[in-house]
């Protein structure tokens, strides 16, 4: 089986490795964008948007991989790594911001990536700003799923008013050790596979998450708006924006995905115009982390 062990010359895993930060004033905020370190500034444009709960860092080592064939920009989202929370953190608000991204950093269409939540934005984004999107690629997007599952309840808790807040509060008091084991178990399907370099890095950044005063407020925007997302009649909905992306699209479910169901994946494939899949039955929530080598095989085949 594939892993993401791939290193560089030094030895470094690659998603072990931070790219270069940068502050891009945007929506009124700095957002910190990391440029894919080697690209020549004459390849297509990508950029690589993070999860709930996520990071640029996220995207390091597919980015890496496919710096040969485009030129990867990856932000933290506002409440999200290290951009400050400057309003509500939504589907439709991430949306946005990454538009006036695009608008003030790139002059042509982008090959965009989604993971998660993250997924769900890039839809949005892709379905209300065609000019904007060369290919769509969407790693396990949060789009509506008629199953209740046990992260759908655990959304739905953190969406009720107070309810929410109590329970963000009482994980934050549990040891770290013990939200990080549990961290590990939600997101990768086989945790035991991570190179010790990334699961280093993986915990420091978790760690340093701890310390950022906006993290409760955006979980809670981020969980709140999937769930109306799933809630949304059905002309207003993601899936109607899916529905409306004309470009080529990606779609990547992992089979030990536990915050979601791959089996939506039929739907997907069959809701976007112009759609392949890629199933990855031992990936967990974040194949491009796990399965990086598959997944840049995957949109390297797309785009030719």
């Not at 004459?42 to 948007?49: H, K, M, R």
């Not at 046990?150 to 013990?178: I, N, Q, Y």
Request: net charge positive; aromatic share 6%; hydrophobic share 45%.
């Amino acid at each position: 089986m594939e892993s993401y062990a791939a290193v560089t010359g030094d030895g470094v895993p690659l998603g072990a490795q931070e790219w270069p930060a940068r502050r891009v004033p945007v929506g009124g905020v700095d957002l910190l964008v990391r440029d894919a370190p080697g690209a020549a500034t004459d390849l297509p444009p990508a950029l690589f948007v993070h999860g709930l709960g996520g990071s640029s860092l996220n995207w390091t080592a597919l980015g890496l991989l496919l710096n040969d064939t485009v030129r990867g920009m990856a932000p933290d989202l506002p409440g999200f790594g290290r951009t400050p929370l400057s309003g509500p953190a939504g589907i439709s608000e991430q949306a946005a911001v990454l538009i006036q991204l695009l608008e003030q950093e790139v002059k042509r269409p982008v090959h965009l990536f989604g993971n998660s939540m993250g997924g769900a934005s890039a839809v949005a984004l892709a379905a209300q700003r065609p000019d904007l999107v060369t290919s769509l690629t969407l790693i396990s997007p949060a789009l509506p799923h008629p199953r209740v599952s046990a992260s759908a309840l655990w959304f739905a808790a953190l969406a009720t008013p107070r309810l929410g807040s109590v329970v963000l509060e009482r994980s934050r008091r549990l040891p770290f050790d013990r939200r990080f084991q549990a961290s590990l178990a939600m997101v990768f399907g086989d945790p035991r596979s991570l190179p010790p370099e990334v699961r280093a890095a993986y915990e420091a950044e978790l760690r340093r998450r701890d310390t950022d005063p906006w993290v409760g407020q955006a979980t809670l925007d981020g969980a709140r708006s999937v769930l109306r997302s799933s809630l949304a009649p059905p002309r207003r909905s993601l899936w109607a924006d899916a529905a409306k992306v004309e470009c080529p699209v990606l779609l990547i479910y992992g089979g030990k995905d536990r915050l979601v169901d791959a089996r939506i994946r039929t739907k997907a494939q069959r809701t976007f115009p112009n759609a392949r899949l890629l199933y990855l039955p031992q990936s967990g929530h974040v194949a491009q982390m796990e399965h990086p080598e598959q997944v840049e095989r995957a949109f390297r085949q797309l785009i030719s």
